[in-house]
C-alpha cells in the first residue's frame, strides 16, 4: 500500500512538472491521487492492448504518462467549463 502512495506521488509530481498549466489539481493529496488514476490508466490500456496481463499492474514510467493522459484530460474540462476550477 505504501509503496502505491509513493509511486502515485512521484508519478503526479513528474505529470505536473512536465505538464504545467494555470488550473493544475494542487496539494500533496491531489497529486497522489492524480499519479494513482494515472497508473490505474496505463494498468487498463496496457492490459487492453496485451502489453499487460490480468494480474500486472503498470510500472513507474507508465504511470507518470497516465497521470499526463489524467492531467490533460483536467485541463480539457476545467477549461470547458465542465467542472470548477479549485484553485479559484
Not at 30 to 59: C, E, K, P, S
Request: aromatic share 10%; hydrophobic share 55%.
Amino acid at each position: 500500500m505504501l509503496y502505491i502512495l509513493l509511486v502515485g506521488a512521484v508519478a503526479g509530481f513528474l505529470a505536473r512538472l512536465i505538464a504545467p498549466g494555470p488550473n493544475n489539481p494542487t496539494g500533496f493529496i491531489l497529486t497522489i491521487v492524480l499519479g494513482i488514476a494515472g497508473a490505474f490508466l496505463a494498468t487498463f490500456i496496457g492490459q487492453m492492448i496485451g502489453h499487460y496481463r490480468a494480474d500486472q499492474g503498470a510500472g513507474f514510467i507508465a504511470a507518470t504518462i497516465g497521470a499526463i493522459v489524467v492531467l490533460f484530460i483536467w485541463h480539457r474540462l476545467v477549461s470547458s467549463g465542465k467542472i470548477s476550477d479549485p484553485g479559484r
